[in-house]
């Protein structure tokens, strides 16, 4: 899950793609289902260098690939069950300057707000509180990248995945934020429904499971915008549950 601007009704099936990339970047996906009353933005707190350059931030356009998650997932067969076993329902339950550059990408408007005091150069509706900031104190030389939402038209919607590469200050970790923020509150532990992916070049630590094939053999390398290294396999964590409210380093 992630950090909204304004409150949602609920947030489901989130996966997230991380991969180191060139000169020390890391290039990541996001995609979940929400429901929400209004517009808003997710806001997507980045490890970046200190004083990072408002073009810090190269946003992905992957609105032709909204099956990239999907594709990810068929890397991971299930395999099939015993046939003595028996099914379970139980286990199926569940400061303001000039303002900041927005750029189109595919769906959704984004911009790169390079720290904390630079929220205020976002229209109202898509910052957070500056007292959450305050109770959040890992964040205060990160950067964010926002995405601008449109309320559902009806129910629950799922958004094509909002991709991007961006600088890090620490090159030897992969970022995966999954902290939650919701209506300005900061739980110490959250629901989460999240399947992370990312490629490495060594297996991480104990948790994931690597990909039978290579990343060729079940996702459009083309098409992910050169998100993926169709020669590497590909890792998934799920964390189905309750878990502190922290984001996930590998």
């Given at each position: ?16 793609f991380a ?100 929220f205020g ?130």
């Amino acid at each position: 899950m992630c950090c909204f601007s304004r409150p949602v009704q609920s947030v489901a099936d989130t996966n997230i793609f991380a991969r180191a990339s060139r000169d020390g970047r890391q290039v990541l996906a996001y995609q979940m289902k929400f429901r929400a009353g209004e517009d808003l933005a997710m806001i997507l707190p980045l490890p970046t260098p200190p004083r990072s350059p408002e073009n810090a931030v190269r946003f992905i356009n992957l609105e032709k690939y909204p099956e990239f998650f999907a594709d990810l997932k068929k890397g991971f067969p299930e395999p099939p069950p015993p046939k003595s076993a028996k099914s379970d329902p139980a286990s199926r339950a569940g400061g303001v300057g000039a303002p900041l550059a927005v750029v189109e990408v595919g769906g959704f408007e984004a911009s790169f707000v390079p720290t904390v005091g630079d929220f205020g150069r976002l229209d109202a509706r898509f910052r957070i509180p500056a007292e959450t900031w305050d109770r959040l104190p890992q964040y205060r030389e990160f950067g964010f990248a926002v995405f601008r939402l449109r309320k559902p038209e009806r129910g629950e919607k799922k958004v094509h995945p909002m991709a991007f590469e961006f600088p890090r200050a620490d090159r030897g970790v992969l970022f995966f934020p999954t902290v939650h923020i919701h209506d300005g509150s900061v739980p110490a532990r959250a629901r989460f429904d999240h399947a992370l992916y990312c490629q490495a070049p060594e297996a991480p630590r104990t948790g994931w499971r690597e990909s039978p094939g290579l990343a060729s053999g079940f996702a459009d390398a083309r098409k992910a915008e050169g998100l993926l290294d169709p020669d590497g396999h590909v890792y998934l964590r799920e964390m189905r549950g309750t878990f502190d409210n922290r984001d996930v380093g590998v």
